[in-house]
């Protein structure tokens, strides 16, 4: 079992359950296409270890799960693990 180790000011997403690696990180405002890092359908947890705003995890338009400063860590993605395609950085 891994721990949520995401640097401040980012929010992370992990390969595997419970933050295993590889790790993405990312920290910019609006929505992001995964793939352009080859990070779409990978998510399996996440982390956000931002002071403010919330991260949407998307299958294209849809949202699959939220991370934010109240629920800061997802330590598992089920029953939408491996969906993400996007990343979605409400500041």
């Known amino acids: 079992m891994g721990v949520a180790d995401c640097p401040a000011g980012w929010f992370c997403f992990y ?3 419970n933050y295993g690696y590889p790790r993405g990180r990312l920290s910019d405002c609006g929505r992001q296409n995964l793939a352009d890092w080859q ?3 990978r998510t399996e947890s996440a982390h956000h270890n931002m002071g403010s705003g919330k991260v949407r995890f998307l299958y294209h338009g849809e949202r699959l799960f939220e ?3 109240g629920n800061r ?3 598992d993605a089920v029953p939408y693990r491996n969906w993400a395609n996007y990343v979605e950085r409400v500041c």
């Open 73 to 75: 860590v997802r330590s």
């Open 15 to 17: 390969e595997w359950p």
């Open 67 to 69: 991370i934010g400063p």
């Open 39 to 41: 990070w779409h359908f």
